[in-house]
């Protein structure tokens, strides 16, 4: 059993930052990717950036520069530095793990960008 608990998401300004976290628990394999994605009302859920156990770090273009996502492998952890939000960025943001053949979602937080 994996459980994924995200957590930081809420309500910033245009030009802002937030922090996201989201940490796993349970049965978790040494070797796996964790990632963040979004869905948007009316949108598809899309990626935002993965990272690897070993540091490896993946972005979506729209987010290069302006989002950093980083993990802590003791704490079973992964975050997303938010930087510069604009209003496209508002979207409920979901936490994956992939392990084995497996993936697993968190529950999901809302960022809101509005002024």
């Known amino acids: 059993q994996v459980q994924l608990v995200e957590s930081g998401g809420g309500l910033v300004q245009p030009g802002g930052s937030l922090r996201l976290s989201c940490a796993a628990s349970g049965s978790i394999f040494s070797i796996n990717v964790m990632g963040w994605y979004r869905q948007a009302p009316g949108n598809e859920r899309e990626l935002v950036a993965t990272?690897?156990?070993?540091?490896?770090?993946n972005y979506a273009d729209a987010m290069k520069g302006r989002f950093t996502i980083s993990r802590d492998n003791a704490k079973n952890t992964v975050y997303l530095q938010m930087n510069k939000v604009k209003p496209e960025d508002t979207a409920v943001y979901y936490c994956k793990l992939f392990q084995g053949a497996q993936g697993y979602w968190g529950q999901g937080t809302q960022v809101t960008v509005s002024s």
């Open positions: 990272i690897t156990s070993g540091g490896f770090t």
